[in-house]
Structure formats: C-alpha cells, structure tokens
C-alpha cells in the first residue's frame, strides 16, 4: 500500500518548532511511503501590516536542507519538495519570483487571509456564520485563479477550524453556485482537490458533500495532506479520508513529483 503524505510542515515554518529530520522519520515510522516538505510561504502576511511580525521562510535553507534529505532518505522516503503559498492576490508577483527562482516539487495554494484578515481568529467571526463562511469561500475562488504556479488547492474548510458556531463544518449546501464555480476551476486547470486531514467537527475537509459534488463534475486528482506541524499529526485520519474517497468513487489519491501528478490506488 502506498501512503502518500502531501502537506506537511516542520521548523521551516514560523508556526513549527519540530526539525524536519524528525518528521521524515516518524513518517517513515508510521508507513508513510511519500512526504512532502510544504513549508509556509506566507507572502500574504509580509503585505499586510498588521502581520509584518510573522517570520517569513528562509528559502535558501529550506531548499537546501529539503533537497539534502530527499537524497538522504533516498530508498526508505520520498519526499516531496515544495511551499503552501498563502493566496493574497497581491502577492502573487512575489510567488512567481521565487517559484522561478527555485524549483519544486508540489506547490500548495491555500487561503487563510480573507480580506486582510486571518479567518482564524476570533475576530473574524463577529460579523456572523454566513457573512464569515461566504466570504471565505470567495476568496476561495479567487484563489483558484491565482496568477502563480501551482498544483494543490489546499484545505477547502479551514475558515471552520477555529469557528465557534454549532455544526461549524463548512457544508456545499451553504454555498452551491460558488462551490461548484470553485470546483470547475479546480478540474478546467487541471489542478488537485486536497482532502485534509486536519477536520473541524469531521474527521476531514472538505466534507463529503463538496467532494461528491466534486466527483459528480468529473474530478480526478486528490490529495491527501495531514497539515501536521509536529509528529503527532502525521497521517491524521488517513484512513477515513481513503474510505470516504473509496465510498465517494475516487480510485486513486495522487501525489507530486516535479510537479507531475503520481497515482496510487485506494485499496
């Protein structure tokens, strides 16, 4: 069985104190054949001030140490080199440059600025359940369109991590027109559906409504990624996401090398 990890994080991240030495050997420890080093590049943050105290990544080190252990771990792990760009359209300019500049892997685009704000905090839940989750998923489909190279629409859901409503998982009922415009974008650029496993209230997101949807549109390419950002996390729910695929019609869960999408059945 091939056990793909697509989007993980390690002390290259500002949110990660774990070395990455010790995320490959607990992935390897845990049965994961392939891992990908998707560390935070968060140039959304560097154009916003209120979040100009986030440390930035040091790319030269990251690819350079992420490069040394793909040939470290040669034979025991694949690992998978590459960034989760967080989708501000501002930055987009600046993801193009260093995505020129240094080479990939798998490049995640997630959300997690809407508007300026971070849809991870409190805050950001004042003005209500369907203003915050309507928001989100525009911004969302913005990203879809996302001027820089990537492979990975990532977390689909993450506006309901920390959300502090009943039943806070963001369903496709809430936002039919929107999802499937946002689900079409994903198939039309040939990009990959991330099925995370780090759910909120459900073991995975997005949940199954979205991911039917997502199937019934004629999608293929989805990605498992646990989101771990210490040892703990790695491979979180991977089994319920594999037999909720299965359950959905999903055949394989992919993953990236040089950017090319690698299929493994489900079995």
Same mark, same amino acid.
């Given at each position: ?21 010790? /995320?490959?050997?607990?992935?390897? +420890?845990?049965? +994961?054949?392939? /891992? ?59 993801? %193009? ?20 704000? *971070? ?9 209500? %359940? ?16 996302? *001027? ?7 977390? !689909? ?20 027109? /929107? ?12 990009? +990959? ?14 949940? *199954?409504? !979205? ?52 299929? +493994?059945?489900?079995?």
């Amino acid at each position: 069985m091939f056990v793909a990890d697509s989007h993980t994080h390690c002390n290259h991240s500002h949110d990660s104190f774990v070395p990455p030495e010790e /995320m490959i050997e607990n992935a390897i +420890a845990k049965g +994961a054949s392939y /891992m990908a080093m998707t560390d935070h590049c968060d140039k959304d943050y560097a154009l916003i001030p209120e979040f100009f105290d986030i440390k930035q990544i040091d790319l030269d080190s990251h690819f350079k140490q992420a490069r040394a252990l793909q040939e470290r771990y040669k034979g025991k792990l694949q690992i998978g080199v590459g960034l989760e760009c967080g989708y501000y359209a501002p930055a987009d300019k600046l993801y %193009r440059e260093i995505l020129a500049q240094y080479p990939t892997d798998v490049v995640i685009n997630s959300v997690h600025v809407v508007n300026e704000e *971070d849809c991870y905090y409190d805050s950001y839940f004042t003005r209500g %359940r369907k203003a915050a989750y309507g928001m989100y998923v525009q911004a969302v489909l913005d990203s879809v369109n996302a *001027d820089f190279p990537y492979d990975i629409i990532g977390h !689909i859901g993450y506006v309901a991590r920390k959300a502090p409503f009943e039943n806070r998982a963001l369903r496709y009922e809430e936002f039919p027109d /929107m999802f499937d415009e946002i689900l079409r974008g994903i198939i039309q650029k040939g990009k +990959a559906l991330e099925v995370n496993g780090r759910g909120t209230g459900i073991p995975y997101i997005p949940e *199954d409504g !979205i991911l039917r949807r997502y199937r019934e549109l004629g999608g293929e390419l989805v990605t498992y990624g646990s989101d771990a950002h210490y040892p703990q996390l790695q491979l979180i729910h991977y089994n319920e996401v594999k037999e909720g695929l299965k359950a959905l019609g999903f055949r394989y869960i992919f993953h990236y090398l040089d950017h090319k999408p690698v299929a +493994a059945e489900i079995d």
